[in-house]
């Protein structure tokens, strides 16, 4: 069983940064892909980004060129850089894992708590 704990968050003016952490426990974290998704009030979960095993990374179009994820698997920990944030990604910003698999799919996990971002204008 894993356990994810997200930290990092907190209210930032729009065009700022902040940095997510997620430390993990409980698995063997680099066997893993993890990832970020973030939901914001009355609306659905979303994507943001994922690191898999091998350090090929994805994002969602709106994060390209800002946001930037990394993974230390010597500490367990996933950290999403977020740079130039606005005010509409203001929201509870999730981490997750899933076995990383050479398909790439599968269903995650594993999620933390959340972290509340709030980009004020």
């Known amino acids: 069983q894993v356990q994810l704990v997200e930290s990092g968050g907190g209210l930032v003016q729009a065009g700022g940064s902040l940095t997510l952490s997620c430390a993990a426990s409980?698995?063997?974290?680099?066997?893993?892909?993890m990832a970020w998704f973030r939901q914001a009030p009355g609306k659905e979960r979303e994507f943001v980004a994922r690191?898999?095993?091998?350090?090929?990374?994805y994002y969602r179009d709106s994060v390209k060129g800002r946001f930037t994820i990394s993974r230390d698997n010597a500490k367990n920990t996933v950290y999403l850089q977020m740079n130039s944030l606005k005010p509409e990604e203001t929201a509870v910003y999730y981490c997750?894992?899933?076995?990383?698999?050479?398909?790439?799919?599968?269903?995650?996990?594993?999620w933390g708590q959340g972290t509340q971002v709030t980009v004020s204008s």
């Open positions: 997750a894992a899933r076995l990383d698999i050479p398909t790439d799919t599968g269903t995650y996990e594993y």
């Open positions: 690191i898999r095993r091998n350090s090929i990374i």
């Open positions: 409980g698995g063997t974290f680099s066997s893993y892909t």
